[in-house]
C-alpha cells in the first residue's frame, strides 16, 4: 500500500513569488516604481497570470477537492476486504474478527 501527499504550501509560496515578481516588473515598466527595466512592456503580465493559477489550484486543493491522501491498494486488498463485510454482513464472522482480519491487510 502506497500513500502520496503533495506538499501544497511549496506551491502556494512559488505562486506567491511569482505574483510578486510579476507586479514588481509590472509597475516597474510603467512607472509606478523608480527602478525601470528594458524589457518589452507587458510580458510580466503572463507571470502574474501564472501565480494567479497556482495560487487558485492551491486554495481549491485546501477547500477539499483534493485534500485527501491518495491510497493506492493492490485488487487482492479491495477483493479481501469485501469478502471479510460480506461475511460479517451475513452473519458468518464477529465483528471482532473482521476487525482484526481487516487490520491485518
Same mark, same amino acid.
Given at each position: 500500500?502506497?500513500?502520496?501527499?503533495? *506538499?501544497?504550501?511549496?506551491? @502556494? #509560496? &512559488?505562486?506567491?513569488? &511569482? @505574483?510578486? #515578481?510579476?507586479?514588481? #516588473? @509590472?509597475?516597474? *515598466?510603467?512607472?509606478?516604481?523608480?527602478? =525601470? $527595466?528594458? $524589457?518589452?512592456?507587458? &510580458?510580466?503580465?503572463?507571470?502574474?497570470? &501564472?501565480?494567479?493559477?497556482?495560487?487558485?489550484?492551491?486554495?481549491?486543493?485546501?477547500?477539499?477537492? !483534493? *485534500?485527501?491522501?491518495?491510497?493506492?491498494?493492490?485488487?487482492?486488498?479491495?477483493?479481501?476486504?469485501?469478502?471479510?463485510? !460480506?461475511?460479517?454482513?451475513?452473519? =458468518?464472522?464477529?465483528?471482532?474478527?473482521?476487525?482484526?482480519?481487516?487490520?491485518? @491487510?
Amino acid at each position: 500500500m502506497f500513500c502520496f501527499y503533495e *506538499n501544497r504550501p511549496r506551491k @502556494l #509560496l &512559488w505562486g506567491l513569488f &511569482w @505574483l510578486a #515578481l510579476g507586479a514588481f #516588473l @509590472l509597475l516597474s *515598466n510603467y512607472g509606478v516604481l523608480g527602478y =525601470q $527595466f528594458s $524589457f518589452s512592456r507587458d &510580458w510580466p503580465i503572463l507571470l502574474i497570470a &501564472w501565480g494567479i493559477m497556482k495560487i487558485i489550484d492551491t486554495l481549491a486543493w485546501r477547500r477539499g477537492k !483534493k *485534500n485527501k491522501i491518495t491510497v493506492l491498494q493492490d485488487e487482492g486488498d479491495s477483493q479481501s476486504r469485501a469478502q471479510i463485510l !460480506k461475511a460479517v454482513e451475513d452473519g =458468518q464472522m464477529s465483528a471482532e474478527e473482521a476487525a482484526r482480519r481487516l487490520k491485518d @491487510l
